[in-house]
């Protein structure tokens, strides 16, 4: 076990953690903890790897700040270097930086959720989006916002994708309105770009996506919102306005009736080969 003089000891970076305020990249301010860990147990990025239990490929995610390290894996680092809460501390409080305070309960429960199920009949949830379709759909909320200020939310967006890289990722299921797809949000390279994408994340086992045709009809719900579960059980439910922002609410009558709503989106939808067929069809319109 390494000694408080080969890195930093607990009091140090415990010390810096409850410092912290804002800095302007999380997951790039985690990636340089994260190295300058690594560097002061003297360990190869890959030996690193080897007794975290992680991918190497990972590990540069990380430090590289591509991607915040999940809570795992900042656990993993806690046991490592013998810092115990240190690190993990330190992810937590950095994965809540640039959301708004009413964004940070979703947040939460977001990383650590078993399921996650959203109905999007606006734009596609964040967890599917590509970098270009977000842009464009920030660009539209912020008109008036300069193009780093757009780069850091798009940024903060995207890494909230991390959480489908988990060890046990949750399993997403959306129930996505066919006018979703067809909406030209950015221009039509973008959305062939995004449309693409979301087949290509079709294909994972941890993603279910279901389109809710026109020839539906009035769909239960014409509001977005999500569904979040806990340990496999319905948990809580999110939704967004376009004044307050976002809450999010777990009072067992609401999470019932989110539960049968979206029971009934499921059941109005196509299936998924169904869906899949239509969201290339429409993908390629929009390329002509």
């Known amino acids: 076990m390494p000694t408080q003089a080969e890195y930093r000891g607990v009091e140090q970076v415990s010390e810096e953690v409850d410092q912290i305020h804002e800095p302007s990249n999380g997951a790039a301010y985690f990636g340089e903890e994260t190295k300058a860990l690594r560097e002061a147990l003297g360990l ?14 990972q590990v540069s995610k990380v430090e590289s700040g591509s991607v915040l390290a999940s809570a795992a894996f900042a656990e993993a680092m806690d046991r490592v270097a013998g810092t115990p809460g240190v690190y993990a501390r330190l992810r937590a409080k950095l994965s809540k930086v640039g959301h708004p305070e009413w964004f940070v309960p979703y947040i939460a429960l977001e990383e650590s959720a078993s399921g996650i199920t959203n109905y999007s009949c606006t734009f ?3 967890l599917l989006q590509t970098p270009e379709y977000a842009a464009a759909v920030i660009r539209a909320a912020f008109p008036r916002e300069t ?6 939310r798009v940024d903060l967006r995207i890494r909230r ?12 299921w959306v129930v996505v309105h066919e006018a979703v797809l067809r909406a ?18 079709m294909a994972s086992p941890h993603v279910t996506v279901q389109v809710l045709p026109y020839k539906a009809g009035a769909a239960p719900s ?26 999010v609410d777990d009072t067992r009558s609401v999470v019932a009736k989110a539960v049968g709503m ?24 929009h390329a002509r």
């Not at 193009?147 to 850091?152: D, G, R, S, T």
């Not at 994708?161 to 997403?172: G, K």
């Open 222 to 247: 014409h509001l977005p919102f999500t569904l979040l579960s806990m340990n496999d059980a319905p948990h809580a439910t999110y939704t967004e306005t376009a004044t307050h922002g976002g809450q």
């Open 262 to 285: 979206f029971d009934r989106l499921r059941m109005a939808a196509l299936s998924e080969d169904e869906s899949l067929h239509l969201i290339r069809k429409i993908s390629e319109e």
């Open 44 to 57: 190869s990025q890959g030996t690193f790897a080897d007794q975290l239990h992680y991918r190497q490929s």
């Open 147 to 152: 193009e780093e200020q757009i780069k850091a």
């Open 184 to 201: 030209c949000v950015g221009d039509r390279s973008v959305m062939t770009g995004q449309l693409e994408h979301l087949g290509v994340q």
């Open 161 to 172: 994708q991390a959480v489908m890289e988990r060890d046990d990722p949750p399993l997403l």
């Open 124 to 126: 596609l949830t964040g």
